[in-house]
Each structure stands twice: as C-alpha cells, then as structure tokens.
Nanobody, 120 residues
Framework: QVQLVESGGGLVQFGGSLRLSCAAS????????MGWYRQALGKERELVAR???????NYADSVKGRFTISRDNAKNTVYLDLNSLQPEDTAVYYC??????????????WGQGTQVTVSS
C-alpha cells in the first residue's frame, strides 16, 4: 500500500531555515509529480511548490527565492528547503504526490502534514 511520510517540521525563529522531507513507500512504479502544499489556520490549502520526475519546478510567488524543492527519484523522496522564514509561512505543510503503483493507475496521495511555526 502506498503512503507518504513527512518529517522535518518544527518551530523556528524569523529568518531561520528548515528542511522538510517526504518519502513515498509501497509498490511504486513511478511518481510523475511530487509537491508541497500548506494550510494556515483559517485559510485554504495552497500550492507551495511542485517538481516533476524530470526536475521541472513551479513555485508560489510568495516563496520564490526563499524555498527550494528537490527530489531524489531513487529514494522516492521530495524535499523542501525553507529559508528566510517569515511568520506568514506558519502553516501545516502537506506533501502531495501523483503515484503510479502496482495496485493501481496513477492516483493522488497526501501525507499526514507537518507543522511549521515561525516566531517573530
């Protein structure tokens, strides 16, 4: 059974950095797209960044130049480096992946979420 497991959230001061990781496991054939979304309290979930298997990336305007998404295809893992963090970046960060597995055609999977809190 496919699952995504995230790690790396926490409490950080204004201007600090964090690295989030999300590892996919299961009978995986390929992962065309992996990405990160976030949801702040009282707000809708929004795209932060995504990356294709070939390395093409997209970023939300609010994080361009501060966050970097990358992936290790051999480990089925996506990373998000968060730099120059601001209080507005406080949210639950979710990993999302489109995964083709032995059990099914390509489906969307979500991680459980990891809290990032930036103190001012």
């Amino acid at each position: 059974q496919v699952q995504l497991v995230e790690s790396g959230g926490g409490l950080v001061q204004f201007g600090g950095s964090l690295r989030l990781s999300c590892a996919a496991s299961g009978s995986i054939i390929s992962i065309p797209t992996m990405g990160w979304y976030r949801q702040a309290l009282g707000k809708e979930r929004e795209l932060v960044a995504r990356i294709s298997s070939g390395g093409n990336t997209n970023y939300a305007d609010s994080v361009k130049g501060r966050f970097t998404i990358s992936r290790d295809n051999a480990k089925n893992t996506v990373y998000l480096d968060l730099n120059s963090l601001q209080p507005e970046d406080t949210a639950v960060y979710y990993c999302k992946a489109a995964i083709w597995s032995v059990q099914s055609t390509t489906q969307i999977y979500w991680g459980q979420g990891t809290q990032v809190t930036v103190s001012s």
